[in-house]
Every structure is written in C-alpha cells, then in structure tokens.
C-alpha cells in the first residue's frame, strides 16, 4: 500500500505522456501495437524456435537428446532403428547422418539386380520419417508400429474441448495449461515467447473487433456483439467464459477512461482476484485430500485382500473405491478449470492494456476503443453466469468429452 502511494505520481506523470507499465522489463515505455506485431509476426513459431536453437516443440536441442538416450532404454522395438543401422540412443543428428548413409546406399539405382531394392530404399525413407519427427519417435518407442496407427489427442485440443474454449480461441487463445502436459520439459524462453505471442495475436483480433464501434456504428456494433455472445453461449461453459471475458473487458474499459468509475473497477478488479485464488487454493486442498483418502483406502484394501474376504465384501470395496477416483479425478478438473480461469483473466488484462495504450493511434480513438470495449463486456455479461460452473454436471460432460475426441480418432484412422 505504502509503495502504491510513493509510485502514484509517477504513474499518473507517466500515463500523462502516454507511456504504459512494462511488467517483463518493469520500466515505463512507449507501447505501439502495429510495431510489436510486425516484430512478433514476420516469423513462425517453427522459425523462432530455429533461431534459438530449440526443437519445433519448444525443447532445448541439447535436452531433447538428453531425454530421449533416458527413454530408448525402455523403447518396445527397434525395427525402424536396425534400419538404419542405429542403436535406440541415437541422437537427432546421428539419425539423419545414417538416413543419408543408408539412402545412398539402398538407392534402386544402385542396386539394379536386386529385385527388393525399392522396398528397402523405401522403408529406409519411412524410417527415417519416423524417427527424425519428435512426436512419432516418441509414440513408436512407447508402442511400436502399432502406436503410429493411432491418433494420440493433443494437450491443447483435449482442453480445448473439455473446457470448452476451442469457439473462444480467437478471443482467449490456446490455454496455458496444456503446455503443463507436455511429456517434454518445455524451454522457459519458448513459454515466454508463446504466451507474448498469443497476447499479440488476441490485441490485434480485439482491435480489429472494436473497430466499428471506434468508428461511431455504436448500434451496429452492439448488435454484433450480441451476435457474437449468443455462438459463444452455446459452448461447454460458455456461459463462464462469457462472464469472465465480458468482466474483464468492461474492467480495463473504466479503468482506462477513469474517473469514480475506473477507481472503483479497480477495486473491485483487487476483490475479485483474490478470490479467484481462494477458490483455487480451496478446490486445490480438496483434491488433495480426496487423493489421500483414496490411497489410503487402496492401501487398506490391499491388506485384506492379502488376509482373504468374501466376494461380496470384495465388490463392495471395488465400489467405493471406484467412487473415491472418480471424485478425486472431478475435483482435478475443476482444479484446472479455476486456473484456466485465472489463466485467460491475466492474459486478457494484458491485451486490453496493449489495445487501449496503444501509441500507434491518438487519444479520441483510445477513448472510443475504451467506451467499445465496456459495451463488449457487458453484452457478454448479460449473456454469460458467474455461477455457471454450479449449474454444469462436470461428470456428464468429461464423459461426452471423452467419447466424442474417442469417436473423432476412430474416424480420422478410418479416413
């Protein structure tokens, strides 16, 4: 509080010649949004990640060979390998030099009296295409040929669609949350890079939104508004998503054109957060005591399985047992709800923050994307519940999740 009020004349001298507050480099700059796009956007991922000597994944080269020499120790066959003539540690650059060796070797053109030569110049190339890519070298070691006929959903699309924000992307991004799944230990500079450049990506779409409200359509531009919050409305959870992303948007709207109004949203903004973080840390203590429980229960049942017991006895502890899991396993789920929750609230305050401070553009057109950007959020409002998470039967929908990400991989093998 007492560093609030030694900073606030400085903020307010700042904010007067237009700079805003860089939280990576915690100094006050001037913010311009057409030119961090430029910057952001002239590469793709693959190429950024090139340049800083990472895996199209985001690893470390040097720690991307490093896991997998760990993991050929457990690999389930070796076919493709003894193709190319490679032990199961092989690193990334050993595997392309012996694709090279072996290829030149089995070339057809090279091998005119062998009848079988184009079949294994063939399966040399297979091989190699295989093992050069992370993923499928990664799924063949686990499961052999057998697990590269199967489609293994991605992190971010199973969020996606247990969450519900797949319709929401263009307005909240890829959920952070699904880089937590990676079998991979992800580079710290690849996270940061990933999440500046979704805020980029989501300012530019925000903006280009708020454009006809900007330009004085107010009417029209409600009514697309409204239009767009009744598409949205219809997703699992969209009614909180709703919420949320029209919460925070009318926020950063007042806060931006303060006065009582915006000092009040900011207090309110501080309430909210910190109980946000209490729901969180409150289903967090929940799940872990629900884990507990049921490895003790487990343990227990152990002990008198060993002892012996009735059938009946038996199917009764099965029971509660199964009961136990799937109630740990919900309160997971609504664990990492909350804190993709928190997730999409930090990110879209950031984006805000760039749309209404952004020096690329005067002052009138400032006031009137903060004036659009209030309507915006409260049409989602009215159109989205604080308290949909109460109203939704979590169970049901991680079961129709499940069976429709279930059906669309037997089709796409099909197919």
């Keep these: 509080l007492a560093r609030g009020v030694i900073n606030t004349p400085e903020a307010m001298q700042q ?93 057809p053109d090279r091998n005119r009296n062998d009848p079988e030569a184009h079949a294994k110049f063939q399966a040399v190339g297979e091989a190699y295409q295989v093992l050069s890519n992370e993923e499928l070298r990664t799924k063949y070691d686990q499961n052999g040929k057998q697990g590269l006929e199967v489609d293994i959903v991605d992190p971010s699309t199973f969020f996606a669609a247990l969450f519900g924000s797949e319709p929401f992307e263009y307005l ?25 450049r979704r805020e980029v990506l989501l300012a530019v779409t925000l903006r280009d939104l708020l454009q006809q409200g900007v330009l004085g359509d107010t009417h029209e531009f409600e009514c697309e508004m409204h239009e767009h919050a009744k598409v949205l409305q219809r997703a699992p959870f969209g009614e909180a998503l709703l919420w949320t992303c029209g919460y925070v948007y009318e926020s950063k709207g007042l806060q931006a054109l303060g006065g009582v109004d ?37 343990r227990r049942e152990g002990q008198q399985a060993a002892g012996g017991s009735s059938s009946s006895r038996e199917s ?3 029971s509660t047992a199964a009961q136990m899991a799937e109630k740990a396993t919900m309160l997971m789920f609504e664990s990492m709800w909350r804190v993709s929750l928190m997730d999409i609230e930090a990110t879209l305050r950031h984006v805000c923050n760039k749309v209404l401070s952004d020096a690329s553009t005067n002052l009138e057109v400032k006031v009137s994307r903060a004036r659009a950007l209030i309507t915006m959020g409260r049409v989602f409002m009215e159109y989205g519940s604080q308290d949909a998470m109460k109203k939704m039967d979590l169970r049901r929908h991680v079961d129709e999740v499940g069976q429709r990400i279930a059906e669309n991989a037997a089709n796409s093998t099909e197919a």
């Design 172 to 196: 909240v991004g890829e959920l952070k949350l699904a880089t937590l799944f990676s079998e991979e230990e992800l580079d710290e500079r690849w996270v940061s890079y990933k999440q500046q």
């Design 262 to 298: 915006g000092l009040g949203s900011e207090l309110r903004q501080t309430g909210h957060t910190a109980a946000a973080q209490m729901r969180i840390a409150t289903t967090a203590l929940k799940t872990y005591r629900a884990v507990r429980k049921h490895g003790k229960e487990e």
């Design 15 to 107: 904010r007067a010649r237009g700079k805003v507050w860089d939280e990576d480099t915690r100094k006050w700059v001037i913010y311009d949004l057409q030119q961090e796009a430029r910057e952001m956007l002239e590469i793709s991922e693959e190429e950024w990640c090139r340049q800083h000597g990472l895996s199209a994944s985001g690893v470390a080269e040097k720690k991307t060979d490093e896991q997998h020499e760990a993991k050929r120790s457990k690999v389930v066959e070796t076919e493709l390998y003894d193709i190319l003539g490679l032990e199961a540690t092989a690193s990334a650059s050993q595997i392309k030099k012996a694709y090279y060796l072996r290829a030149k070797q089995m070339h």
């Design 316 to 318: 009764e502890r099965q």
